[in-house]
């Protein structure tokens, strides 16, 4: 990791560390996936700083009317909207309303916005696999990528890292847990953890809506209770993750790639306040964490102006009202997704690429309410079993394996749609 190249750490005459302000400019953003929750929160952050930040490109896929509005208030020269329909929509709707950007479509616009020259940081929030190809690029084209889309990095770690290095990249971690250990590890990150001093990272998790049910008892539960996460309000995709734990599961895979760290020195603990968003353990037993209220604002400003501090409209926060802090140990009977996914990491090779495709075919299959919420595991554990891993050879080599990987899910899907 390294600073970003508005703002970059100079050693001072006192041989210390100090920033070079008289060299920071505006920085230039790109939101892909500016109408999700993750790109809904950067843009409050981004507003509360018009001095610092000025946003570039937007990127969304069905969403032309929210795009619109986006255009309104933020002015950015490009926008893309993936899909076909929806980018001609977008561009009526801007004619009608005076506002001059260049609308782009499909994954070439989505690339293009990722890469635009003009770009400093890239908010990679677009949701699943579908964002893989545009986080890469941004990667290649030596972004500071601030990464929201754990998909990616799940489905092609090494081809990521190895991009960031090749482009000069710089990857700032933005999902809560990881931008935690972030923060409890730098300035070690990406080196060898354990010459530093690192014994663990221990990765926090709410438990989502259903860490008190007995499995039985989940059979019949609806997407809108899978959704109705009690800490995180979030997008649909990521709380029935949260819901079934995958989420956890790809966040262990996320940190052995951001962190370099291996499978035996991540763990993940329930935390159910959602208070503590992940900690660091070091050999000498000193446990460092990071602590905020649960929103997502906190992360986004940290990796937005890093390695400033900046207001993020987060309150503070207040622990004799939280009161205590409690911890267990998951319950991997009742998530077999952590295991699932544990074992996809020491697999390796193609197997997260498999995880990653056949949960989010489960997914979309329990919200449109075919599949049952107990059957998303199942599916993914069938289509593991089903498909041998084998070495990543590229990036062409992940996409194939991602729809074989779609194929054997449909199957299975239909095969347990049929038992309901
Ligand atoms: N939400 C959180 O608190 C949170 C926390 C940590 C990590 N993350 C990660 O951040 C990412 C985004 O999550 P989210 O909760 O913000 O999701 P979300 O609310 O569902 O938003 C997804 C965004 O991606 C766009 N999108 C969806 N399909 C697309 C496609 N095929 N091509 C291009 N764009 C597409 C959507 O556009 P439309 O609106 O037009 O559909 C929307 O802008 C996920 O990887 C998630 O795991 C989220």
């Known amino acids: 990791m390294h600073s970003s190249p508005s703002c970059r750490l100079r050693p001072s005459s006192t041989n210390t560390w100090r920033l070079d302000l008289a060299n920071a400019k505006i920085k230039r953003i790109a939101i892909l996936g500016a109408t999700g929750s993750i790109g809904q929160s950067t843009i409050d952050v981004v507003l509360r700083h018009p001095d610092r930040f000025k946003v570039e490109t937007l990127t969304a896929n069905t969403n032309a009317h929210q795009l619109a509005v986006l255009c309104e208030v933020l002015s950015p020269s490009t926008v893309c909207m993936a899909d076909g329909e929806a980018a001609a929509q977008l561009s009526r709707l801007l004619e009608k309303k005076g506002i001059r950007a260049e609308v782009l479509t499909g994954e070439e616009g989505l690339i293009a916005c990722a890469t635009h020259p003009s770009v400093d940081s890239v908010m990679a929030a677009i949701v699943g696999a579908a964002g893989l190809k545009s986080t890469l690029a941004a990667c290649q084209a030596g972004k500071t990528v601030l990464l929201a889309n754990k998909e990616a990095l799940v489905m092609s770690g090494a081809l990521l890292i190895e991009a960031i290095q090749q482009g000069g990249a710089t990857l700032l971690p933005i999902d809560s847990e990881h931008n935690a250990i972030f923060q409890c590890l730098a300035p070690h990150t990406r080196a060898d953890l354990r010459s530093k001093g690192v014994r663990r990272i221990i990765l926090t998790a709410s438990g989502g809506p259903f860490r008190t049910r007995a499995r039985d008892s989940l ?202």
């Open 219 to 420: 059979a019949r539960v609806t997407p809108d209770e899978a959704c109705a996460h009690p800490k995180w309000v979030m997008g649909r995709k990521i709380s029935v993750d949260s819901a079934t734990m995958m989420n956890k599961g790809l966040e262990i895979i996320e940190a052995h790639w951001l962190f370099g760290a291996p499978r035996e020195q991540i763990e993940v603990v329930i935390h159910p306040q959602s208070v503590v968003h992940s900690m660091v353990e070091y050999v000498d037993g000193s446990v460092i964490a990071q602590l905020g209220n649960p929103d997502m604002r906190t992360p986004i400003a940290h990796a937005l102006a890093f390695p400033d501090r900046i207001e993020s409209g987060v309150e503070s926060l207040n622990l004799p009202a939280i009161g205590g802090l409690n911890f267990e140990k998951p319950d991997t009977n009742q998530f077999p997704a952590i295991r699932l996914a544990y074992e996809a990491l020491q697999a390796g090779g193609t197997a997260p690429i498999v995880l990653n495709a056949a949960n989010e075919m489960a997914v979309a299959s329990f919200l449109s309410g075919k599949l049952p919420f107990l059957a998303i595991t199942q599916v993914i554990e069938n289509v593991l079993q089903g498909s041998a891993p084998e070495p990543v050879s590229g990036i062409e080599h992940v996409l194939a394996v991602d729809s074989m990987a779609r194929e054997l899910a449909a199957i299975a899907i239909q095969r347990a749609c049929e038992r309901r």
